[in-house]
């Protein structure tokens, strides 16, 4: 039986992180799934303006921010912006800590100092890092910010979230992860798109390889991690496809007969 609905993250599962283009084996893949019936939503944790526009795919509707600001089609069905007194704690341990924090907003991303995983965390989404200074950074956080984007290690979480209870971490690459609200995550927003689908969760389908994946990967009627996943990844899912670079998620599709 065909799902009525698939989530697919963007980076190392769609996309390869050395790649600027879906493979035309994925591409194909996914117009043969909506053909079939299934609507194709994009799940990630990039803004909105950060998603490239791909040739030959057109997808339904997209998952933003780690499930905090939710489309379908272009209208916004569930917006859930950073707690701001936590998002000021956040960025004021970063500071105590030397580490830069990218605030995330849908239209921009402006980070208050610059290092060398920021530059690298940047250039995943073709961009570079957003700089300013003190006042520009203090108005932008006025703004509604839906994200954190910190280039940091796991053995720095704890301390970066010192003194929050509305914030936790979406880690999906070691050297970096997404601060977001508590109430948030992939599963939560694929919760609720399908709610104002009046799809059911067992008519769902995930593809992921990160971290930031494994909820949505145990949430989904069918859970499929990459074969680049980390291991507490491939733990949460039903079943491991092959790599990205391998077109994983054209094989699995075909493993399934969904296509």
Same mark, same amino acid.
């Given at each position: =039986?065909?799902?009525?609905?698939?989530?697919?993250?963007?980076?190392?599962?769609?996309?390869?992180?050395?790649?600027?283009?879906?493979?035309? #084996?994925?591409?194909?893949?996914?117009?043969?799934?909506?053909?079939?019936?299934?609507?194709?939503?994009?799940?990630?944790?990039?803004?909105? !303006?950060?998603?490239?526009?791909?040739?030959?795919?057109?997808?339904?509707?997209?998952?933003? !921010?780690?499930?905090?600001?939710?489309?379908?089609?272009?209208?916004?069905?569930?917006?859930? *912006?950073?707690?701001?007194?936590? &998002? /000021?704690?956040?960025?004021?341990?970063?500071?105590? =800590?030397?580490?830069?924090? &990218?605030?995330?907003?849908?239209?921009?991303? &402006?980070?208050?100092?610059?290092? +060398?995983?920021?530059?690298?965390?940047?250039?995943?989404?073709?961009?570079? *890092?957003?700089?300013?200074?003190? $006042?520009?950074?203090?108005?932008?956080? %006025?703004?509604?910010?839906? %994200?954190?984007?910190?280039?940091? /290690?796991?053995? %720095?979480?704890?301390?970066?979230?010192?003194?929050?209870?509305?914030?936790?971490?979406?880690?999906?690459?070691?050297?970096?992860?997404?601060?977001?609200?508590?109430?948030?995550?992939?599963? +939560?927003?694929? %919760?609720?798109?399908?709610? +104002?689908?009046?799809?059911? /969760?067992?008519?769902?389908?995930?593809?992921?390889?990160?971290?930031?994946?494994?909820?949505?990967? $145990?949430?989904?009627?069918?859970?499929?991690? =990459?074969?680049?996943?980390?291991?507490?990844?491939?733990?949460?899912?039903?079943?491991?496809?092959?790599?990205?670079?391998?077109?994983?998620?054209?094989?699995?599709? #075909? +493993? !399934?007969?969904?296509?």
């Amino acid at each position: =039986m065909i799902p009525r609905i698939a989530f697919f993250d963007l980076d190392g599962t769609l996309l390869a992180f050395d790649k600027s283009d879906i493979s035309p #084996k994925v591409k194909l893949a996914l117009s043969q799934l909506q053909q079939r019936g299934c609507l194709v939503y994009l799940a990630t944790g990039r803004a909105p !303006f950060m998603i490239p526009k791909f040739s030959d795919v057109s997808f339904d509707g997209r998952l933003c !921010f780690n499930g905090g600001l939710c489309y379908c089609g272009e209208k916004v069905i569930y917006a859930n *912006p950073i707690d701001t007194v936590d &998002m /000021r704690t956040v960025i004021a341990n970063g500071i105590k =800590m030397g580490i830069p924090i &990218m605030a995330a907003a849908p239209e921009t991303i &402006m980070s208050n100092f610059y290092n +060398h995983d920021l530059d690298d965390y940047t250039k995943i989404a073709g961009l570079s *890092p957003n700089v300013a200074d003190a $006042k520009t950074y203090d108005n932008f956080l %006025q703004k509604s910010v839906y %994200q954190l984007m910190v280039p940091i /290690r796991a053995e %720095q979480d704890e301390r970066l979230l010192q003194g929050t209870t509305r914030v936790k971490i979406a880690r999906w690459w070691e050297r970096a992860a997404d601060v977001i609200p508590l109430e948030c995550g992939k599963a +939560h927003g694929i %919760q609720q798109i399908i709610a +104002h689908l009046g799809i059911s /969760r067992q008519d769902t389908l995930a593809f992921g390889d990160g971290g930031n994946d494994a909820d949505m990967l $145990k949430f989904a009627g069918l859970g499929i991690a =990459m074969g680049n996943a980390g291991e507490d990844t491939k733990a949460a899912a039903d079943y491991v496809a092959d790599s990205c670079a391998a077109d994983g998620v054209y094989t699995a599709l #075909k +493993h !399934f007969s969904f296509i």
